[in-house]
């Protein structure tokens, strides 16, 4: 989800949006889109090492966010993948519960609201903070307070100071034009000694090092931002949270990366086949054959390579997705 459409960094300027440092330098390298094929630049910052991705409204015909990308309202994957899905938000809520146990949870950009569900399961009041023009599936969630905010307004949370205990980012900080806003924001709403939870693919791993442009958890041009693990952390720093500790993201999704990933070497002009075959529906529909068959026909050689490199990422603690636990300090800094 994004609160505002996807905004095209300016060329003219250095400045990292993340950092804040004039090192922001343009680079060669062309990212695809899985679902319109369209190409994107990006743009590296040589202090933090983040990514920006450039042009990301340069097609205006393009909804990058309709049904090809969340598939059908009763689920984003065929039947058995969205099962396992749901039982992973649900083991996500338990850690949350036991860990960072809450009374009022905000989730910004909940999509279906697995995760959120399950926390109010076990006894928490829980809000999702939306943009105003996302679907009206999502909208119109019967369970969880959906609360939605106007591009006119994204400055400016629809909730009082210090009402939240825990506020979750989970993988939806590099779709936001503001990450930097977004986290003030959240800031203001923690309740003194409140923990924000950020996961984000890191552009650091080991797997986007093996080739970034066709990373499976680099999806341009919804994924706005790229952050490195450093960039990151810097950011709630500078936003003046403290850090409570710093995991691996979600392992089943940095298992993945590097099974799609790897089969993407195969198809560079035709990435994601094999996940758009998970999705069904209307993804599947529109797939490439010729890019599908190939990834399948070569399973048996990126299958051993991905477990092989998710055996590599444990070692070495160059996950594939991080995820950052902040506190908002028990004094009051303002």
Not at 303 to 327: D, N, R
């Amino acid at each position: 989800m994004t609160f505002q459409q996807p905004s095209k960094p300016s060329n003219t300027s250095p400045t990292c949006l993340i950092c804040g440092r004039s090192t922001l330098e343009a680079t060669n390298l062309q990212a695809r889109d899985y679902l319109s094929n369209n190409q994107f630049t990006l743009a590296r910052c040589v202090h933090c090492q983040c990514l920006m991705t450039m042009d990301a409204q340069q097609d205006q015909k393009h909804d990058y966010y309709g049904e090809n990308y969340y598939n059908a309202s009763s689920g984003k994957f065929s039947t058995v993948i969205e099962k396992i899905f749901r039982l992973n938000h649900a083991r996500n809520a338990r850690y949350f519960h036991t860990h960072f146990p809450s009374t009022n949870i905000l989730e910004v950009g909940c999509g279906r609201g697995y995760l959120l569900k399950e926390l109010k399961r076990l006894g928490a009041t829980v809000f999702c903070l939306e943009s105003a023009d996302a679907a009206d599936w999502i909208l119109d969630n019967p369970d969880i307070q959906v609360a939605t905010l106007p591009e006119s307004q994204s400055n400016r949370w629809p909730f009082a100071d210090d009402f939240f205990q825990l506020i979750i980012f989970w993988h939806v900080l590099e779709h936001l034009s503001d990450p930097a806003g977004s986290l003030k924001q959240a800031f203001c709403c923690l309740a003194l000694g409140g923990t924000v939870c950020v996961s984000v693919p890191n552009v650091s791993s080991l797997q986007a090092r093996l080739h970034l442009t066709t990373w499976f958890h680099l999806d341009v041009p919804r994924h706005l931002y790229h952050f490195s693990q450093t960039g990151l952390v810097f950011l709630l720093e500078k936003q003046g949270y403290e850090i409570i500790k710093i995991t691996a993201g979600d392992r089943m999704q940095n298992l993945f990366g590097w099974l799609q990933s790897l089969a993407n070497l195969f198809t560079p002009g035709h990435i994601n086949s094999f996940y758009r075959l998970l999705q069904g529906g209307k993804p599947l529909r529109g797939v490439n054959i010729l890019s599908l068959a190939i990834q399948l026909l070569t399973c048996w050689i990126w299958i051993p390579l991905g477990m092989l490199g998710f055996l590599m990422e444990e070692i070495t603690k160059k996950h594939a997705t991080i995820t950052v636990y902040a506190k908002k300090p028990d004094h009051d800094n303002k």
